[in-house]
Structure formats: C-alpha cells, structure tokens
C-alpha cells in the first residue's frame, strides 16, 4: 500500500458507518477471522463487531465456526457461489454464458498443448527449464489465469445446467 492510497482508504473508512466498515470488511475475508480481528481492522469495539456479523450470518453472508472456546467468521462461500450463478443467469443469457464455458476451455487447451502441461501446477513447476525472466514472468501469470479459469468453470456450467429452471422461477408474473 502506498502512502497515498493509505490516506484515501483511511478517508474512505472515516466516511462510512461503524456498520458499513464491518460489513465491507467481512465480505472480504479470504480466512476464518475472530470478532475481535475485525474490530481492530474497522476501528470498532468488539461489541459492534459481533453485532454486524452476527447480522450477516442471519442472511447467509457469513458463517460462524466455533474454534475452541473462540467463534470466529468466513464468508459462506456456499451462498456466495449460489448468489453468483443467479447474477450470471440474470445478467447473460444461454448463448453468452456457452460462449464464456467455450472461452474459457479453449485456452485452457491452447495452454496445455503449447506448453505441454497438464495442470497450472506443472506450468509453473517449468519455470525450473526456463531461463528467459520474460518467459517466467508470462508463465506465472499464465498459470495464475488458469487457476482462476479453472474455479469458474464449475460456477459457469452450473448457470447454464439450471439457466432454464431459474429462468421460470425468477419470471415476474405482470
């Protein structure tokens, strides 16, 4: 973080409410974190902390763990994932959501036959043969797209496997 964009954060977090810092804070929660963990990060007490995740595992946001005699929070990727296919069926239709699956494999092939690898693991794992820094740099982003391709897959062809059963039901009837 540069010096800069500190101050704007800081600025940012100054003109949201207590509950509006929890709550942006919790959506981006990569691991369990404790109550107390989120209120040193938003400048809240504990109390309010607790407060606005409880909140959010009310409406599915987050889940509570119990670790030990701590509980601690996560985003539910579960509901997450849910909510992400329904944006994509709502915002693409059939066509554009087979197109995007088509995208998507076809350059995870093109990777695999041109670099002759199975998997984004063994694409950085032949960083080790080369030693051209262009060449290493290319891979690791390579392999990191492929990663991220590789979890979309599975949220894509779920929209599509159920695009014409969520269709009807997210009809509004005139």
């Known amino acids: 973080m540069t010096e800069k964009s500190g101050r704007n954060d800081r600025r940012d977090q100054i003109s949201m409410t207590r509950g509006e810092r929890v709550r942006a804070a919790a959506r981006t929660l990569r691991k369990p974190r404790s109550a107390s963990w989120i209120a040193d990060e938003t400048d809240v007490s504990v109390k309010t902390a607790q407060k606005y995740l409880e ?9 509570r763990l119990e670790r030990g005699e701590q509980a601690v929070y996560c985003v539910d990727q579960l509901m997450a994932t849910y909510r992400e296919i329904a944006k994509l069926q709502r915002e693409h239709d059939r066509e554009e959501l087979t197109d995007a699956l088509e995208s998507m494999r076809t350059r995870i092939v093109d990777w695999t036959e041109t670099y002759g690898v199975e998997s984004p693991g063994a694409l950085r794992a032949s960083i080790a043969d080369v030693e ?22 599975p949220v ?5 496997n159920e695009y014409d059963w969520a269709s009807e039901r997210d009809a509004v009837s005139a």
Request: negative net charge.
């Open 55 to 63: 909140q959010l595992v009310e409406d599915d946001v987050l889940r």
């Open 132 to 153: 051209d820094s262009g060449e290493i740099e290319r891979r690791r982003e390579i392999a990191s797209e492929w990663e991220h391709l590789e979890g979309r897959l």
């Open 156 to 160: 894509v062809r779920a929209a599509l």
